[in-house]
C-alpha cells in the first residue's frame, strides 16, 4: 500500500519567540549578566540550531525507530544508528551544548531559557538522540554546583562540548520511585578514590561510541551509611578513567550487561550496567547523594516536561499536514459538490486545535518554569531570588506531569486524526505515541510528581507560595479585560477559584488526612496545570496584540478554545479531589 | 534483565454473570424462543468456553505480537503462528461459532448476548485472532438477512462453524470513512454471475490458511450505478468458488497483495485485496449494498466496542497483579515499617479503579445494547419489538466509541501501573495500548460514530427514542435510593440533566447549525455514556445486592467511584459541547 512519508519536523522560531516573551524574556535581558544577548542574537541562534534540528537531526528520527540501537554480548558495545552519530558530530562541532554554560567558564553564557528552546526543538526532531543531551546536561548542572574544583577542570570542559556525555545511574531492579533501596555499594580506597559494585537498570544511554567518554553519575551506599536514603552519595565513574593531563586513560570497570526491547525511543539505548570494583569519586558531601542527585533531577524533570510539547509538536504538524491533504466527506461549509480535506471538518479541527493548544500552554508552563530557574540563579540573594526560587519549585512538578500527560494525549489523538493510516508504521505517526509513552513515566513517574506538588510544595510556609502563584495570576488576568479575551478570563478565572480552596482543603488533608491528599494528588496537579496553563495562553494572546504580531488574532481564539476545552471541565475536578480516600474503598485494605 | 512474565488471563465469569443480570437476562429467557436456556446451562457454556480463551486461544497472543503473521510475496500466502491455528481448531471443533445459530438452522439457538460473552473472552484472550470470527459472524449476520436461499444453503452452515471464514471488503485508497468513493467495479456476466475488479485495502484476515475457503463480503459498484453510496451493491466472492454440492472447486481471482506493518494486533494480517475479474454473487438487492453492509457493520461496531472492556479486562488484571507484587515505598496506611506493594499507594488504586470501573461500565453499556437487539430479533412486529430496536440504534455508536475510548486510556493506564517496567516490550503490557490503539479508529472512527448518534440517532422522531431512554434512566435510579447509593444517584442525575438539556440543544442545532452540532458531536457521546455507564454501574449494584451476591458490597462501591471519577466531571462537558463551531475559529476557513 501506498503510505504517506512522514512530514518534515519545522522548527517553530515564529511561535517559540512569542513564548519566549510570555515565559519573561524582558526580565532577563534586563540582567547584566546577559548584557551581549538581545533578541536578534537569539533569533539567530534558534534560526541556526533550527537548520541543524530540521535536517541532521531529524534524519535519523525514523532510522533509530526501525533499527534500535543494538547491543553485541561479545564486547559489551552498543551501536546507534550512523545517523545518530553524524548528527551528534555536528551538535559537538557547534558548540550548541556549550551555549548556557557562563562565559567565564568558556560558554556562550546565554540563558538556560534559551538553551531550553535548543532542547525542544531536538526533542521534537529526535527525541531518542535528544536523551543523550539532557543526561549530559543534567551532569553539568551536578558538577557546576557539587563537584570540587578539581572534578570541574578535568570534566566540565568536555562535558560542555559534547565530547563527553553524562548519565544518570539511579533505578535498580528493587529501587524505583523508592531510591532508599539502593544497593550499590561504594567503598573507600586508601587513595581516596571509592570502589564501586553494583547493577543498576533503566539507564539511558549507559553505553554509546557518540562520546569518547561517559561521565557516570552513580548513586550508592557507602558501608555504615544509615538506612533509606539518607545513606546514599553521589559518584563520578567515568567509561575511561581520566589523568591529570586530561587525557583517557585505562578502561573503567563499569560496562553495560545488555539493553531493553522497549516500546518506543528506540534508537535510545536503555542500559544494565554493571560496576564491578569501579573506580569512583565522590560528589559532593558523603551522605549527601539525594541532594546532589535533586540537583540533576529537577532539571531533567523540566528537560522531560518540556518532552511532552517536543513530541505534541511534531505529531502537530505532522497531523496538521495529514489533514490537509486526505480527503474525506464534504464539509458543510465546503462551497464545492467534492471531497474536502478532513481539516475541513469540525471533529477534525477541534481534535487539532486539542493539541495544538494543549502543547502552547505545556511550552509556556515550561519556558517560564526555566525562566524563573535563570532569574533565581543570576540574581543575587534576597527575596527576590527566593520568590523565583520558590516558583521554579513549585512549577516544576506541574511542568512534568501535566506538560507530559498532555502531550501523551496529544500523540494518540494524532494517530485518531490519521484514522486507519495511523495505526500503519511507515506513516511514522504511531511512534509518536509509543515515544511519548515513556515521558509520564521516567524521571519520577507523574503520580509521584503530583505527590511533590502537594505535599512538599504546596505546603510550604503554610501555601504562601501558591497564593504568591494565584496572586500573580489573577492581577495578570484583570490587565487582560479586552471583550475577545472576556469568555477566556472568566473560565480560567471560574477554574483558579476551585484551585484556591482546593489548595486550602489540600494543604489540611496533607497533615490531617494524608490518604485523602494522596487520592486527590493527580487530579489536583492536572487542575493546577489547566489554570496556569488557562492563564499563560491569555498572557501569549494578550502579548501577541501587544506586539502586533501576525498571530494576535489567532492566539486570542486559542486563549479562548484552550479555556473552553480544559479550564471549563477542570472546575468539575475540585469536587473529585476532595472526595477522598474514602472513594478508593474497594480496593482499600 | 529480569522482567516478570505476563500474568494469565482468567475469564471474569462471575462478574459476567452479574452483567448479564443487569443487561436483561431475564427478559430474554422468558422468551419462548429461549426456554431450552438457562442460567445453569449459560454459566457452563461460560465456564467451558472460558478454558478454551484462558488455554489455547490465550496462547498465542504473546507469540503473534512477536512473530506477526507473515506473507510471502511469491505465493501470495499469509501465515500465522502455529498457535492460532490450533486455538482456531478448537473452536472450530467446539462448535462455538454456532452458539446463537437459531436452532431450526442447527445452532445452539442461544441468545446472541451469550456468543457476546464468548466474543469477549476470545478477545481478551488473543485481540488478533478473535477479529478472524468477529467477520466470520458479520457474514454469517449479512447471509441471514440478505443472502437468497441459494447462498445460504451453499456458505451458511461452513460459516458457522468456522471451517469456512469470512470477511469485510469495504475500504480503499481513496475510501476510508467515505464509502461513497468505491471504485471497484462490479460488471454482470451472462450466467447470472459478476466480475469484480479492483484494489481493497485494510482487509482484516483477508488472506489465511486457518479456514478451508474464506467468504468475502465486498462493496462495488456496477457499470451506470449513480454516484455515490447509493449506486453500492454487495457482492459474495469466496476464495474458493464452490460446486453445487458443497465441494470446493477452483481458486477465485481475489488475492492479498501485501499485509500491513501495524502498530498492534500484529498476529491479525491486515491485508491489500485484489480483485481481479473474481467470481461474485449479489448478495441482496442491487444497489442496496450499503444497507446489506450496514447489516454488518452495525454487527461490528457492537463487537469492537466489546473489544474497548475485552482489552481493558485483560490489562487490569495484568495491572493489578503487577501492582500487588511490586513494592516501592511505605503506605501510610500501612502497618509494617518494611516496604508495601504498590497496589496500597492511594494513587494506584485510583488509577486500578478508574481502569476496572471503566471496564465495567462498558461490559454493560454493550450487554446491554446486545440484549436489545436480541429482543428486537425475537419479539413480534409492534412496539415493543420498535422500542427494542430503537435502542439498539441509539446505543450502538456509544458502546462502539465510547467503549473503546475508555479501554484505550484503561490500557495506557495499565502501563502507568507498571512505571519504567511496562515500557519494557516483554512484560507484555505495552501490546495492550498497541492493540487497544486501532479499537477507536476501525468500524467506523469514534468521531464518525459521534456523528451518528448526534445526526441520526438522537434526532429520530424528535427526539422521542433518547427521551425514552432518559425516562427509563430516571425511572431506574428513582428505585435506588439506598443510602450507599444516594451520593452516586445524585451525581448520575446532574450529568443526566445537562445531558437532556444538551440533548434539546444538539438537535435543535444539527438541523439548524450543523457545524455548531458536529464540533460538539464526540464530547456529546462522550456525556451519553458516563450517563448511560453511571446509571448501569449504580443498576449493577442494585442488582448484586438483590441476588445478595458476595460481591454487592464492592459493587456499591464501585459505583460510586464511578459516578465520582466520570460523572461528576461530565457535568462540565455540557458548556463545551454547546459551545459551538465559532471556538475552533483558529482552524476554520
Chains 1, 2 share one sequence.
Request: hydrophobic content about 45%.
Amino acid at each position: 500500500m501506498n503510505v504517506p512519508a512522514p512530514t518534515p519536523y519545522r522548527a517553530p522560531v515564529d511561535e517559540v519567540m512569542l513564548a519566549l516573551e510570555v515565559a519573561g524574556l524582558s526580565e532577563l535581558l534586563e540582567l547584566d549578566v546577559f548584557a551581549h544577548v538581545d533578541r536578534d542574537a537569539i533569533r539567530s541562534v534558534l534560526d541556526e540550531f533550527a537548520r541543524l534540528a530540521e535536517g541532521e537531526i531529524a534524519s535519523g528520527d525514523r532510522v533509530g525507530d526501525v533499527a534500535h540501537s543494538t547491543f553485541d554480548p561479545a564486547s559489551g558495545e552498543v551501536s546507534a544508528p550512523a545517523e545518530f552519530a553524524r548528527a551528534y558530530e555536528r551538535y559537538v562541532e557547534g558548540g550548541w551544548g556549550a551555549l548556557q554554560i557562563p562565559s567565564a567558564l568558556g560558554g556562550g553564557g546565554f540563558p538556560t531559557l534559551i538553551a531550553t528552546v535548543l532542547q525542544e526543538f531536538f526533542a521534537s526532531a529526535n527525541l531518542a538522540l535528544s536523551l543523550n543531551i539532557v543526561l549530559t546536561l543534567g551532569a553539568i548542572e551536578a558538577l557546576l554546583q557539587w563537584g570540587s574544583d578539581e572534578q570541574r577542570a578535568l570534566y566540565l570542559t568536555k562535558l560542555a562540548t559534547g565530547e563527553w556525555s553524562g548519565t544518570m545511574n539511579l533505578t535498580e531492579a528493587q529501587a524505583g520511585s523508592d531510591l532508599g533501596e539502593i544497593r550499590t555499594l561504594a567503598t573507600a580506597r586508601e587513595d581516596g578514590t571509592w570502589s564501586l559494585s553494583g547493577t543498576k537498570i533503566f539507564i539511558t544511554w549507559g553505553e554509546h561510541t557518540l562520546s569518547s567518554n561517559i561521565v557516570h553519575l552513580v548513586l550508592a551506599r557507602t558501608p555504615d551509611a544509615p538506612p533509606g536514603t539518607k545513606g546514599l552519595s553521589l559518584f563520578l565513574v567515568p567509561k575511561f578513567l581520566v589523568a591529570a593531563n586530561g587525557e583517557l586513560a585505562e578502561r573503567n570497570a563499569v560496562r553495560a550487561l545488555s539493553i531493553e526491547h522497549k516500546l518506543g525511543i528506540h534508537g535510545s539505548p536503555t542500559c544494565v550496567m554493571e560496576f564491578d570494583h569501579a573506580t569512583g569519586f565522590l560528589v559532593g558531601p558523603l551522605h549527601g547523594g539525594m541532594k546532589a542527585m535533586f540537583t540533576m533531577m529537577n532539571n531533567a524533570r523540566l528537560a522531560i516536561g518540556l518532552e511532552g510539547p517536543a513530541v505534541a509538536e511534531r505529531a502537530y504538524q505532522h497531523a496538521y499536514e495529514y489533514a490537509t491533504t486526505r480527503t474525506q466527506g464534504r464539509a458543510t461549509s465546503s462551497s464545492t459538490a467534492t471531497n474536502s480535506p478532513i481539516i475541513e471538518h469540525p471533529d477534525v479541527q477541534r481534535m487539532l486545535l486539542t493539541m495544538s493548544t494543549s502543547t502552547q500552554a505545556a511550552r509556556l508552563l515550561i519556558y517560564r518554569a526555566v525562566a524563573h530557574k535563570d532569574l533565581a540563579h543570576q540574581l543575587g540573594d534576597g527575596p527576590l531570588r527566593e520568590h523565583h526560587q520558590e516558583m521554579v519549585d513549585l512549577l516544576t512538578p506541574v511542568a512534568k506531569a501535566w506538560s507530559t500527560d498532555r502531550g501523551l494525549e496529544a500523540a494518540s489523538t494524532a494517530i485518531q486524526v490519521f484514522g486507519g493510516m495511523g495505526f500503519i508504521e511507515e506513516t511514522g505517526i504511531a511512534q509518536r505515541l509509543r515515544d511519548a509513552r515513556i515521558t509520564t513515566i521516567y524521571e519520577g513517574t507523574n503520580g509521584i510528581q503530583s505527590i511533590d506538588l502537594a505535599f512538599r510544595k504546596i505546603p510550604r510556609q503554610g501555601g504562601a507560595h501558591a497564593r504568591e502563584l494565584f496572586d500573580e495570576i489573577r492581577q495578570s488576568l484583570a490587565k487582560h479585560d479586552e471583550p475577545a479575551l472576556r469568555h477566556a478570563t472568566s473560565l480560567v478565572l471560574g477554574a483558579l477559584d476551585v484551585l484556591e480552596t482546593t489548595t486550602t482543603w489540600m494543604i489540611e488533608a496533607v497533615t490531617n488526612a494524608p490518604d485523602d491528599a494522596l487520592a486527590g494528588a493527580t487530579l489536583y496537579q492536572r487542575l493546577f496545570g489547566d489554570v496556569v496553563g488557562g492563564w499563560l495562553m491569555i498572557a501569549r494572546a494578550a502579548r501577541a496584540a501587544l506586539l502586533a504580531r501576525p498571530e494576535a488574532a489567532r492566539a486570542l481564539d486559542e486563549a479562548t478554545f484552550f479555556a473552553i476545552e480544559f479550564c471549563g471541565p477542570a472546575t468539575a475536578l475540585g469536587a473529585v479531589i476532595t472526595s477522598g480516600a474514602k472513594r478508593l474503598a474497594p480496593l482499600r485494605p
